[in-house]
């Protein structure tokens, strides 16, 4: 197929605002294969890249109407759709891996060492003084090693929110430290 000039770009785009399925399959055919050769530098896996390259075209289909020549290329637009469906599907694996990761034996000895060295500096009793949704935050993050946007997927809350609770939670306890430390 020879490249298409910005015009005939357009009106192609017009076509799938349109709901035009003729013009869906031509921009499957332009584009998966390119799509697709940058899923695969991302993900390293045929057929993981495969079902990501659907993904990728559905949310296109869907998202059309979202498109905005002024910010950028058509190409761009779908390169960045494709890049993000990669990259969350790497993490929504690499979660998965850590949740059987974190059920298993090994991960039980972890906690209790990271509690038995927190226990001796007296963190945790000062992590029990914080509000509930707070000390949440801590125990996940820093007890348990999550991210905070893993803990947002957990807890299925905004990872603005994760962030905010957390630095709430971080600013009581450098404020109880400075105390701890002053009286010693």
């Known amino acids: 197929?020879?490249?298409?000039?910005?015009?005939?770009?357009?009106?192609?785009?017009?076509?799938?605002?349109?709901?035009?399925?003729?013009?869906?399959?031509?921009?499957?055919?332009?584009?998966?294969?390119?799509?697709?050769?940058?899923?695969?530098?991302?993900?390293?896996?045929?057929?993981?890249?495969?079902?990501?390259?659907?993904?990728?075209?559905?949310?296109?289909?869907?998202?059309?109407?979202?498109?905005?020549?002024?910010?950028?290329?058509?190409?761009?637009?779908?390169?960045?759709?494709?890049?993000?469906?990669?990259?969350?599907?790497?993490?929504?694996?690499?979660?998965?891996?850590?949740?059987?990761?974190?059920n298993g034996e090994i991960s039980v000895g972890l906690s209790e060492a990271v509690h038995q060295n927190v226990n001796t500096i007296g963190l945790t009793k000062l992590v029990d003084k914080l509000p509930e949704e707070q000390k949440k935050m801590i125990e996940y993050i820093y007890f348990n090693g999550y991210t905070q946007q893993e803990v947002a997927d957990e807890l299925d809350m905004p990872l603005g929110t994760v962030k905010t609770r957390t630095r709430l939670a971080m600013r009581e306890l450098r404020k109880w430290f400075t105390l701890l430390v002053l009286w010693m």
């Open 1 to 102: 197929m020879e490249p298409l000039n910005n015009i005939e770009i357009e009106a192609l785009v017009k076509r799938l605002k349109n709901a035009d399925q003729a013009a869906f399959a031509e921009v499957y055919d332009r584009y998966s294969g390119a799509l697709n050769g940058i899923i695969q530098r991302i993900v390293h896996d045929d057929e993981a890249a495969q079902d990501i390259l659907q993904d990728t075209f559905v949310k296109v289909w869907k998202n059309i109407q979202s498109y905005d020549s002024s910010k950028g290329s058509f190409f761009t637009w779908m390169l960045n759709i494709a890049r993000n469906t990669s990259i969350d599907s790497l993490r929504k694996l690499k979660k998965e891996t850590k949740s059987e990761i974190h």
